[in-house]
């Protein structure tokens, strides 16, 4: 596809932004989920709650509190302000952190649905066989839960991508640093430039339409297969 | 014969968004004014006394002035638009969508260089700016906001353009730039004159004298609509009596 004279900065931002975002998101939604589809404790419905609030939330609102959360006069911004030298907000790393925290639902849900469908059965196997807890869970339930795993980092990813409202908060706009795909089409329609928004946000579109046709067709032949 | 309750809750409920969404603008002597967000506060005020003055009611629909402006031009019902710059109303006199000669001036915005503290103790000046011993500066995007490009051209005025350009972060409009700044996420901030007005803060900061930007002139102006014409003229001129030009002075703003 033929850019024209469009920036092409924001399009690596914004891709580099939904790699290190998804990325992440494994490490830390994986382990949620899995106590999440496990536990029997009382505050499971709070923790899941919690997990699903930027589903309902409007970004704005979100945008809002981790404006808050991660201003230098804050104990997060001013850790991070001494760890790193840097503000959190107006940063790459602050658009990865507070994009983890809207998309995490995304990489939640689907392995949550994988690990209960998965069941105690297997995993009690295993254990009676020997197999440590960590074991089990990598050697039984990932494999069984592969499909859940690749629709969860789709998901993930693809919802980055789009993701508005928090990053105009938190971001900054910073051309070249903060200043995200959506954001730049954004900027385009405001200031009236149609044919550069027109060439990003069809490229958006016809790549976001691509992964959720790629995911749907991919889960209904797992679900052929089960049933 | 009783009908299932269902059913009934299902009709009231009918009979109820019926009732809710019938136009407000039905009634008589009614002037549904368009206003900048920025000057939505004020406005309120105004219409209060507007409203005391004469026999008419006022609706305020505040939002952006690029998207009221937008919504006007697809023939959303307002009769007066309080656009935060100039450019936008001469636009619609020119599409048609206003009503030619009615332009006016009812605000000058000025900007405040501002570091966030509410008690007006920190001395701020152009010296600050050029010290750059700050991270963050915040303007409004001087390509979406009025209030940016003035906050631009300050910086011009000073020199400081190139020097600061790592340092600059972007609000969307002038009330996000204020987040910024007053969140502790940005250091430093131009902002506008009315916000810290509104904060109970309006001597703080520095306030950037008006040579060092081209006005920041807002305009309002009259929309071509056949209801409700004489109290939206009535309006437009109650913001000229000497009444309005107090309030809005006292809000941190200019008068012409």
């Not at chain 1, 939640?108 to 020997?130: D, H, Y």
Request: one cysteine or more.
């Amino acid at each position: 596809m033929s850019l024209g004279a469009v920036d092409p900065t924001p399009i690596w931002i914004t891709l580099q932004l939904a790699t290190c975002t998804t990325a992440l998101l494994f490490l830390v939604g994986t382990p949620i989920a899995w106590w999440l589809a496990r536990t029997r404790s009382r505050i499971r419905p709070v923790v899941e709650a919690v997990t699903s609030l930027p589903l309902v939330l409007p970004p704005t609102v979100l945008g809002f509190y981790l404006l808050i959360l991660m201003s230098p006069d804050a104990p997060l911004g001013r850790f991070w302000l001494t760890l790193t030298g840097d503000t959190l907000t107006f940063s790459f790393s602050g658009l990865v952190f507070a994009s983890m925290l809207y998309s995490l639902p995304f990489m939640v849900q689907p392995l949550v649905a994988a690990f209960e469908g998965v069941g105690r059965g297997p995993i009690e196997a295993a254990a009676s066989l020997g197999a440590p807890p960590f074991d089990a869970f990598l050697r039984v339930a990932v494999p069984l839960s592969k499909r859940s795993f690749l629709t969860a980092g789709v998901l993930t990813f693809s919802h980055t991508l789009g993701e508005f409202g928090v990053v105009l908060m938190v971001g900054g706009n910073i051309p070249g640093a903060t200043r995200v795909l959506s954001i730049a089409i954004y900027d385009h329609v405001e200031t009236l430039r149609y044919a550069e928004a027109h060439t990003l946000a069809a490229g958006l579109l016809v790549f976001s339409f691509a992964v959720l046709v790629l995911v749907y067709a991919f889960d209904r032949r797992a679900r052929v297969r089960v049933g | 014969m009783t009908r299932p309750p269902g059913k009934r809750r299902f009709a009231t409920w009918l009979i109820f968004c019926a009732l809710a969404s019938s136009p407000a603008q039905a009634l008589a002597d009614e002037v549904v004014v368009a206003v900048a967000s920025n000057f939505a506060s004020i406005a309120e005020a105004l219409a209060d006394r507007f409203e005391a003055e004469s026999d008419h009611a006022v609706n305020l629909v505040a939002g952006s002035t690029g998207k009221l402006y937008a919504q006007i031009l697809r023939g959303a019902p307002f009769d007066v638009f309080l656009a935060a710059d100039a450019l936008r109303p001469r636009r619609l006199v020119s599409e048609g969508r206003a009503v030619e000669g009615s332009r006016r001036v009812y605000a000058l915005g000025r900007l405040r260089l501002w570091s966030g503290d509410t008690d007006g103790v920190a001395a701020l000046g152009p010296e600050r700016l050029a010290s750059g011993d700050f991270r963050h500066l915040a303007i409004a995007n001087p390509a979406l906001a009025p209030y940016g490009a003035a906050a631009h051209q300050v910086l011009q005025t000073l020199a400081l353009e190139e020097r600061l350009e790592g340092r600059l972060v972007f609000g969307e409009n002038i009330g996000q730039t204020y987040a910024l700044v007053a969140s502790g996420n940005a250091e430093l901030g131009l902002v506008a004159a009315s916000q810290l007005v509104e904060a109970g803060a309006s001597s703080a900061g520095w306030l950037v004298p008006r040579s060092h930007h081209a006005p920041i002139r807002q305009e309002g102006v009259l929309l071509s609509r056949e209801e409700g014409l004489e109290a939206a003229h009535a309006f437009l001129s109650f913001l000229a009596s000497d009444d309005a030009r107090r309030l809005i002075e006292a809000a941190g703003y200019e008068v012409p």
